[in-house]
């Protein structure tokens, strides 16, 4: 199942620094400190995704689609975009992925980070460290989580996300 993706969701993420204050009570996908902010994005089409960003001017609407589940076969990707770097800065995204039981069962460590020497007009950027995962008939039907942790040490500041989806036969 596909929905319209979280174009919004971009939008929100230019004014993330000024929600921080702001809790979100049960808002995973998005998170935000004074330093900086991100969102995460499931889809099943990441090259045409960052394509997408990628062709959208500074400041612009972006709209793709996002994944909400997947089926045995297929695979889902987490794009992460972030935001709050006001001069060059090196954000790196950690994931984990849990499966329906709660475990982790993948782990994805970014080593060499995205560096942003002059960032985008209002803030947003795609970072460079997008995982995908793939799905067969040995992984357990449920729903799991695909957790990002973003930080940019220089700042010290760090943030987590995360979003569900299901996987199916």
Same mark, same amino acid.
């Given at each position: 199942?596909?929905?319209?993706?979280?174009?919004?969701?971009? #939008?929100?993420?230019?004014? #993330?620094?000024?929600?921080?204050? %702001?809790?979100?009570?049960? $808002?995973?996908?998005?998170?935000?400190?004074?330093?900086?902010?991100?969102?995460?994005?499931? %889809?099943?089409?990441?090259? @045409?995704?960052?394509?997408? =960003?990628?062709?959208?001017? &500074?400041?612009?609407? $972006? *709209?793709? *689609? /996002?994944?909400?589940?997947?089926?045995?076969?297929?695979?889902?990707?987490? #794009?992460?975009?972030?935001?709050?770097?006001? /001069?060059?800065?090196?954000? =790196?995204?950690?994931?984990?992925? %849990?499966?329906?039981?709660?475990?982790?069962?993948? @782990?994805?460590?970014?080593?060499?980070? %995205?560096? *942003?020497? /002059?960032?985008? @007009? @209002?803030?947003?950027? #795609?970072?460079?460290?997008? $995982?995908?995962? /793939?799905?067969?008939?040995?992984?357990?039907?449920?729903t799991y989580r695909i957790i990002a942790k973003v930080r940019e040490p220089a700042l010290k500041a760090s943030v987590q996300v995360s979003e569900r989806f299901?996987?199916? &036969?």
């Open positions: 199942m596909r929905r319209p993706a979280l174009a919004a969701s971009l #939008l929100v993420l230019l004014s #993330l620094q000024a929600a921080a204050q %702001t809790p979100h009570a049960g $808002v995973e996908w998005r998170a935000a400190t004074p330093d900086l902010g991100a969102i995460i994005v499931l %889809t099943q089409n990441p090259e @045409k995704a960052a394509r997408t =960003f990628d062709r959208t001017p &500074p400041g612009g609407f $972006v *709209e793709m *689609e /996002s994944a909400q589940e997947v089926h045995y076969g297929e695979s889902i990707a987490a #794009l992460v975009f972030f935001t709050g770097c006001s /001069s060059a800065c090196k954000v =790196f995204v950690d994931y984990e992925l %849990t499966g329906p039981d709660g475990s982790v069962r993948r @782990k994805v460590v970014d080593k060499e980070g %995205t560096e *942003e020497a /002059s960032p985008r @007009k @209002k803030g947003k950027t #795609l970072s460079r460290a997008l $995982v995908r995962f /793939s799905f067969d008939a040995k992984d357990p039907v449920g299901d996987v199916k &036969p």
